[in-house]
């Protein structure tokens, strides 16, 4: 049974940073191309970046390019979402999800596991 569970979600003010971390279980991170994905209420449940099964590609959704990094960490058993410069519109629900796929997908159908979302909150 493989689990995916992520955290480090929170309120933030309008310039702030946050870092989410994902961690799947019993397996590594090298086994799953991974996405991270956020829905806003009343909005669909967005790609916001993606990572390859090897870690060679990495996919970042326009609106929050230069601002998001994804990355991995050594051990290939947790993957990152490091947010700066976070917007009013950055404000959902996270969630991270895995895919025994090759590549990371924009397509939520794609992925076989999720995590059950981390809040964040950019607001005055």
């Known amino acids: 049974q493989v689990q995916v569970a992520e955290s480090g979600g929170g309120s933030v003010q309008p310039g702030g940073s946050l870092r989410l971390s994902c961690v799947v279980s019993p397996s590594t991170i090298s086994d799953y191309a991974m996405g991270w994905f956020r829905q806003a209420p009343g909005k669909e449940r967005d790609l916001v970046a993606g990572l390859s099964r090897d870690g060679s590609n990495k996919y970042y959704t326009d609106s929050v390019k230069g601002r998001f990094t994804i990355s991995r960490d050594n051990a290939e058993r947790t993957v990152y979402l490091q947010m700066n410069s976070l917007k009013p519109e950055d404000t959902a629900v996270y969630y991270c999800?895995?895919?025994?796929?090759?590549?990371?997908?924009?397509?939520?159908?794609?992925?076989?596991?999720w995590g059950q979302g981390t809040q964040v909150t950019v607001s005055l």
């Open positions: 999800a895995a895919s025994r796929s090759t590549y990371y997908s924009i397509v939520p159908g794609q992925y076989d596991y």
